[in-house]
């Protein structure tokens, strides 16, 4: 029992926090080093990053001189489009102000962070599912626009396709798309996995035993 | 607060080995603590309340850079000055061991030296009594150790 009595006696007699200054001004602080604000912090960054790419996609037909008869269906997209990302943005943006609640019970508290950490990343994976299928027929237009293929041709003669043809446009969609996914996964794990694994393994102390 | 900042600074030097991360953690929990005040219903006291902000901003803390920076296992040097200077001593040796305790551990050796008994351990970090009194015995056979590993004892 000594060594415990010896240890209260040396922690009481720990004066040394008088130097440390409380700032007064609260915006000169500002949260950089727990993991749901990093992950956050990162996570709109990217954001930021897609928006560009989806404003310059916006002018793709512009850029590239689009076949009138493309011009349509462009756009039709293109706003289902931007309304899916607006839709994550204000999520990402709004929703997520100041959820945290510190003064839980310390293992509610990493509960809810595990879970904030969690849900940005799903977030983000599912927004960047969403823009995979709008790519693709992105893509398909400006092959077509590029390539010079008869717009009216592609949809009324579209029986002549082959079955062979039919059938590597699919595996090459296949392709594309699971490479996306493998993509997507790999990057979001070693990117911001880590912070879920932390808190993840904080959590398995609190276990019983 | 004021009163209670040599709390903030135990904390933060329970948890973090550099003075640059120790300086980062405690500004962080003044911020988590102004942030949550809003929170402090005086269902509790207000060191309670306090302890657990602070802990819990501290458990998920994270250092400025992910590489665990070499610890150095040289205890600082100390003033001349005979019983300051055992009891520093003492103190270096406390926190340097206390670094290797996992994060956890930490938590329930601060409680613990804050004299809060086992039941109230368990309450702020919602564990069950058995657990904590388990966990809180193991943690002190470990700091102990510890203590004795670096060639010193109380």
């Known amino acids: ?209 | 607060m004021e009163q209670h900042k040599g709390i903030i600074h135990k904390i933060s030097r329970m948890y973090m080995d550099t003075k640059d991360d120790q300086a980062d953690l405690a500004q962080e929990i003044i911020l988590q603590l102004w942030k949550s005040y809003d929170n402090f219903r005086h269902q509790s006291s207000f060191s309670t309340w306090m302890y657990r902000v602070a802990l819990n901003t501290a458990l998920v803390f994270l250092r400025k850079d992910q590489q665990q920076p070499a610890t150095t296992d040289a205890v600082p040097e100390m003033p001349a000055d005979e019983t300051s200077h055992t009891k520093e001593l003492q103190l270096a040796h406390f926190y340097q061991a206390v670094q290797k305790l996992e994060r956890l551990e930490k938590a329930i050796i601060f409680y613990h030296l804050e004299n809060y008994s086992h039941r109230e351990i368990a309450e702020n970090l919602g564990i069950t009594e058995g657990n904590a009194r388990i966990k809180l015995n193991r943690a002190k056979t470990k700091l102990k150790a510890l203590i004795q590993q670096q060639g010193y004892d109380f």
């Not at chain 1, 950089?32 to 709109?44: E, G, I, N, Q």
């Not at chain 1, 001189?65 to 943006?93: A, E, H, R, S």
């Not at chain 1, 699919?170 to 932390?198: D, H, M, P, S, W």
Request: hydrophobic share 50%; proline share 3%; charged share 20%.
């Open chain 1, 1 to 209: 029992m000594t060594f415990d009595n010896n240890l209260h006696a040396l922690w009481n007699s720990d004066k040394s926090g008088g130097n440390i200054d409380i700032p007064h001004a609260l915006e000169k602080l500002k949260s950089a080093k727990m993991p749901v604000d990093k992950v956050r912090r990162h996570l709109r960054y990217e954001f930021f990053m897609q928006l560009a790419a989806v404003i310059i996609i916006g002018f793709a037909p512009v850029t590239l001189k689009f076949n009138p008869l493309l011009i349509f269906p462009f756009y039709l997209l293109y706003f289902i489009f931007v309304l899916i990302c607006g839709y994550f943005f204000t999520k990402l943006f709004l929703f997520y102000k100041n959820m945290s609640n510190t003064a839980l019970t310390s293992k509610d508290n990493l509960y809810a962070v595990y879970y904030d950490i969690k849900l940005s990343i799903e977030l983000y994976k599912a927004f960047t599912y969403c823009l995979v299928p709008f790519l693709v027929l992105f893509i398909g237009m400006i092959i077509v626009n590029e390539e010079k293929i008869p717009v009216d041709a592609l949809f009324m003669q579209g029986a002549a396709i082959s079955k062979s043809q039919a059938a590597s446009v699919l595996l090459v969609l296949i392709g594309v798309i699971l490479g996306l996914a493998v993509v997507t996964e790999l990057y979001v794990n070693t990117r911001y996995g880590k912070y879920a694994k932390q808190v993840k393994r904080l959590l398995d102390e609190f276990r019983e035993g």
